[in-house]
């Protein structure tokens, strides 16, 4: 893998916190909007319809829809690298699938930080041979 392709894992393998704590802004923004609506209306009914209307907006929805879309490239790009990997054993190709289905996004920075960037493969593809 050369070290461009490494960046750009490092950047996909980022990009959905980033975008929760976007999606975390987007909220917060709509809080005030939400608490108008509610005072407007004035029913107790409303308040959820109003409240699941702006949850689920254009803005947040597409913020939801990048986050589940590069989680899960993400994911089966790592869980194809472990597939592909040599190990010690197959119980730590299967403990880290492990850990990146149950814990999420904190695996895959371990994993990115302690197995892709460390490959030596990067320096060798780099080199410029002389012919």
Known sequence: MTRNSKVLLGVATFLPMVLGLMLVFVYISMIPEI?????STGSGSDIMSCYLSKIFSGKAF????????????VLIY???????????????KVFWIL?????????LI?????????D???NRSNEITDL
Request: aromatic share 16%; glycine share 4%; hydrophobic share 55%.
């Open 78 to 92: 790592y869980v194809i690298d472990v597939i592909k990997r040599r190990f010690k054993s197959d119980a730590e």
């Open 99 to 107: 850990l990146f289905v149950l814990f999420g996004s904190i695996p």
């Open 35 to 39: 608490i108008r609506m509610v005072t």
């Open 110 to 118: 371990v994993y990115y930080f302690t197995k892709i960037v460390p």
């Open 62 to 73: 597409a913020l939801i829809f990048l986050i589940i879309i590069t989680k899960l490239g």
């Open 120 to 122: 030596p493969e990067t």
